[in-house]
């Protein structure tokens, strides 16, 4: 059973920073590719960043510069860096994973967890 936790999400200033973090297991995880999604009150579920089993990293406008994405496939886990958050960056952050880097992106990927929530207040 595939099983993808994140953690690490809060309440934070503009300005400040988080580190989210994805648990994956259930699955041959350096052989996916992985992403981070989210979705603010009232909006739909957008791509943020994606990185490939090779670790190419891919980023939705928005946040290059901002955010990093990064893997360890010795423990199975995704982390997303967000530096220089601002109020619009608030959303519920979900993980997901797929084999396939375009199905990642549109949002047709595999598996997915349950979501952690950041706010950033002005």
């Known amino acids: 059973q595939v099983q993808l936790v994140e953690s690490g999400g809060g309440l934070v200033q503009a300005g400040g920073s988080l580190r989210l973090s994805c648990a994956a297991s259930g699955l041959t995880f350096s052989s996916y590719c992985m992403g981070w999604f989210r979705q603010a009150p009232g909006k739909e579920r957008e791509f943020v960043a994606a990185?490939?089993?090779?670790?190419?990293?891919f980023y939705k406008d928005s946040v290059k510069g901002r955010f990093t994405i990064s893997r360890d496939n010795a423990k199975n886990t995704l982390h997303l860096q967000m530096n220089s958050l601002k109020p619009e960056d608030t959303a519920v952050y979900y993980c997901?994973?797929?084999?396939?880097?375009?199905?990642?992106?549109?949002?047709?990927?595999?598996?997915w967890g349950q979501g952690t929530q950041v706010t950033v207040s002005s």
């Open positions: 990185i490939t089993w090779s670790s190419n990293t």
């Open positions: 997901a994973a797929d084999p396939n880097l375009i199905r990642l992106t549109t949002m047709r990927g595999d598996y």
